[in-house]
């Protein structure tokens, strides 16, 4: 009677996200690099974890609240960085964190957002964040820095695991460009018209990235950003202890364990397989957070029980957000915790901080 197709899990959203956009706009959003390998492997992870429950503690009432940088949050969910939500909902990025907002979650917006910052912040109900790419022309990422900073942004989180941008078959055999009215709005459109000059051929997306970024950044110029900004600083595309351990060493305040959601560097790790070196090895003096294949609440159980403050999600906010606008994003939040809320209940850890590596079998 309606409601065979309501969506009970992550992954019916996926299904009903199908329906709202094209084949190019799917592909991009759906697909990873190379032979997907990574893609796969970050979900088939989780399938092989196992948990361990516990009897008889008090779960009576559960608890998903926590904070990042002072920061309170209802949920250790928040939405990933991803470029141009405009591809997948008219009112691109506004309508996310307003769904966001409703769910108290906090939200990471891309430099290549389709809606201005300010736009955004107006519209946002929940804790903003903002990712950078570390672009050559630090003139126009001084500029972002500066109009987040008075927009109310919380944090910045550094991408370095798009020095090229992957190579994605499904977009290079579409030729995938961005449909007439998206565009990345906050980026200087000199920028952007220099990247569009210089490789015509490439997927629009790559051809940013070829010319834009800064590919020669070491660890050294990490501190030209720390001058400019009292604000926390993430690393994104943290993989490893080594680069943990150096993350910590030039003055950030937390790293985020990802592969890109496998749109990267194939064959890179399953980001639940490098979680725990990456906590080993900043030892406490930061948050590590996730992203990358999150689909249950175990999933983001079996996170936060490796050590992550906190996971970030992809695709399936924006199947929600495809599908429903706001009202998606907050369903798809909604959903998530409440299956953690499941988890917790069942694993017997009323609150996140009973959470610890003994849930999970090694
Ligand atoms: C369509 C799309 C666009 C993305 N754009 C960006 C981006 O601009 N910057 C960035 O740091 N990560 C970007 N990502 C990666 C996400 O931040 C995140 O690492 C990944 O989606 C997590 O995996 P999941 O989709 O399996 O949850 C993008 C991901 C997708 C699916
Ligand atoms: O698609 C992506 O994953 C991504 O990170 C990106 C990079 C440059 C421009 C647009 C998106």
């Known amino acids: 009677m309606g409601t065979q197709n309501a969506p009970l899990r992550l992954t019916d959203y996926r299904d009903l996200a199908a329906g709202h956009v094209t084949r190019p706009v799917w592909d991009f959003v759906d ?6 390998r990574t893609l796969a492997a970050n ?113 910045f989180v ?43 051929a490439d997927s629009a997306i790559a051809a940013h990235a070829e010319t834009s970024f800064d590919r020669a950044l070491t660890w050294d110029d990490l501190a030209w950003l720390r001058a400019r900004t009292s604000k926390p600083i993430l690393l994104k595309g943290v993989l490893t202890a080594e680069d943990a351990r150096l993350a910590a060493e030039h003055g950030v305040d937390g790293i985020v364990v990802s592969n890109h959601g496998g749109r990267q560097l194939d064959n890179a790790v399953p980001t639940i397989d490098a979680l725990e070196e990456c906590v080993q090895a900043v030892a406490g003096t930061m948050p590590v957070l996730i992203d990358g294949g999150i689909r249950r609440g175990t999933d983001v159980f079996t996170a936060l029980a490796l050590g992550a403050s906190a996971v970030l999600i992809g695709r399936p906010f924006l199947w929600g957000l495809a599908a429903g606008g706001a009202e998606g994003v907050t369903d798809v939040l909604r959903l998530a915790t409440s299956e953690l809320e499941h988890t917790m209940t069942l694993m017997g850890t009323p609150t996140l901080a009973d959470i610890d590596r003994t849930a999970v079998r090694p």
């Open 43 to 155: 979900t088939a992870a989780y399938d092989h974890r196992r948990l361990r429950p516990r009897i008889l503690t008090d779960v009576d009432k559960i608890d998903t609240r926590t904070a990042l940088f002072g920061t309170p949050l209802a949920t250790p969910i928040g939405l990933a960085p991803v470029a141009y939500h405009r591809l997948l909902h008219p009112e691109g990025e506004v309508a996310t964190v307003r769904g966001a907002g409703a769910a108290a979650a906090l939200t990471v917006v891309g430099i290549f957002a389709s809606r201005t910052l300010e736009d955004i912040a107006r519209a946002a109900g929940g804790p903003l964040w903002l990712q950078l790419y570390w672009l050559r022309r630090r003139a126009v990422l001084e500029q972002l820095i500066d109009r987040a900073e008075a927009a109310g942004y919380e944090a």
């Open 31 to 36: 697909g990873g690099s190379g032979d997907e």
């Open 158 to 200: 550094v991408t370095l695991d798009a020095k090229r941008i992957g190579q994605r078959l499904r977009d290079m055999r579409n030729g995938f460009t961005l449909p007439e009215g998206v565009a990345a709005v906050n980026v200087d459109p000199a920028v952007m018209a220099e990247a569009h000059q210089a490789h015509e």
